[in-house]
């Protein structure tokens, strides 16, 4: 083990935060909570199309990483920690996980799927490994945590899967109970996260006992995401012979949304189109508002109506319009929280934070 001049308990630590997107690298190096440095590094379709794999990636990834730093003159023997966004792995419960060998297999094998994700976890081991310091990763999206009875579908064949914003609804969910005073453990939420996918989860106890699938089928419509849409007329699509499979998903992922009624992603468009009198935008910005309360709604029965609060989050969270017509339709069930955006490398940083400080355990994967 190298860097043995760390001392156990230390005043502060440094940390250095990977997250993988398919054309991006986004790093960033804290102290403690503070921020020293970030950046996004961009990748260009012609280098990344070079490799014939994600996990092939990874020394061309590593090594930007690497000259950043140096380019920085950032010391990395530094460093205390290194974390990396968690990738699609097999469903696991919420908490910071150690990069462990198996943990990193299934990150190069891919066991849910090929993602640009999984190279966080792969990279932040070998960087960890080469200056003698510890690697983790932090609430992957495979974070899964339902109770038994959430997950029938009506469909024994098609059960209901936990695929959602984990990292970020953990995050804030642990950012109120922390300026409350109170435990994440103690608590009954409801948090809302709204991107370019929407989920909403509910928070009992310290775990995500159900919540709607943010990739590809439960709940309300988004920026990008079609949502829950009426499965006899589905199926009808799929045999119409006028789609392939991969143009259905595309509507479903990707294209469906606020894409498939108003040809744009982006909802601050939506509101300046409503905002002029656009009266398809103001109606589709009606309907998913609609539809996040219902959601809202649901959630709050799968807690028994024992609401302690609701949190509004993700970059929609921003519109104060937004969080105002939620408020309006589902503040009678509990007060309203509003935590806009996502910060996903302090999320990062704060996961390992409280392994090293002795506020939680590692999970073992």
């Known amino acids: 083990m190298r860097n043995e001049n760390r001392e156990e308990k230390q005043m502060s630590v440094k940390s250095l935060i990977i997250n993988p997107g ?8 804290f102290e403690d909570e503070n921020l020293l440095f970030e950046e ?26 690497t000259d950043l730093l140096e380019e ?13 966004r968690g990738g699609m792995l097999k469903p696991i419960p919420g908490g910071t996980y150690a990069v462990t060998d198996e943990l990193l297999a299934d990150l190069k094998v891919g066991v849910q799927g090929q ?10 081991r070998e960087i960890g490994d080469s200056i003698g310091v510890p690697s983790y990763i932090v609430d992957p999206v495979v974070v899964d945590e339902l109770m038994p009875i959430a997950r ?10 936990s695929v959602f914003h984990a990292l970020n609804q953990k995050a804030v969910a642990k950012r109120y109970a922390r300026e409350t005073g109170r435990s994440y453990e103690s608590l009954r939420l409801i948090v809302v996260h709204m991107g370019g996918g929407v989920s909403v989860g509910a928070h009992e106890c310290g775990k995500v006992v159900d919540v709607f699938n943010a990739l590809d089928g439960d709940g309300a419509f988004s920026p990008e995401r079609a949502g829950a849409v009426p499965s006899g007329a589905l199926i009808k699509m799929c045999y119409s012979g006028q789609y392939t499979e991969k143009e259905v998903y595309g509507k479903i992922v990707g294209k469906g949304g606020f894409n498939a009624y108003l040809g744009t992603n982006d ?33 709050a ?3 028994h109506g024992k609401v302690d609060q609701i949190i509004l989050t993700g970059g929609i969270a921003y519109g104060a319009d937004v969080c105002e017509a939620l408020k309006e339709r589902a503040g009678w069930i509990a007060p309203v929280t509003v935590y806009p955006g996502e910060d996903e490398l302090l999320a ?18």
């Open 22 to 29: 398919s054309t991006s690298t986004k790093i960033g190096v």
């Open 40 to 65: 996004t590094l961009r990748h260009s379709t012609e280098e990344i199309s070079q490799y014939a794999s994600i996990v092939d990636q990874k020394d061309f990834r590593k090594k930007i990483i």
């Open 72 to 84: 920085k003159n950032f010391d990395i023997e530094t460093l205390h920690v290194v974390v990396g």
């Open 115 to 124: 993602h640009a994700s999984n190279l966080g976890g792969i990279l932040a």
């Open 152 to 161: 029938y579908s009506g469909v024994p064949e098609l059960p209901r899967t």
């Open 267 to 299: 909802m601050r468009e939506v509101t300046k189109r409503a905002n002029e009198g656009d009266t398809k935008a103001a109606e589709a910005k009606a309907a998913f508002l609609l539809q996040v309360a219902k959601d809202i709604g649901s959630m």
């Open 301 to 303: 029965c799968v807690l």
């Open 348 to 365: 990062l940083a704060q996961g390992a934070l409280r392994v090293l400080n002795g506020e939680e355990q590692a999970m073992v994967y």
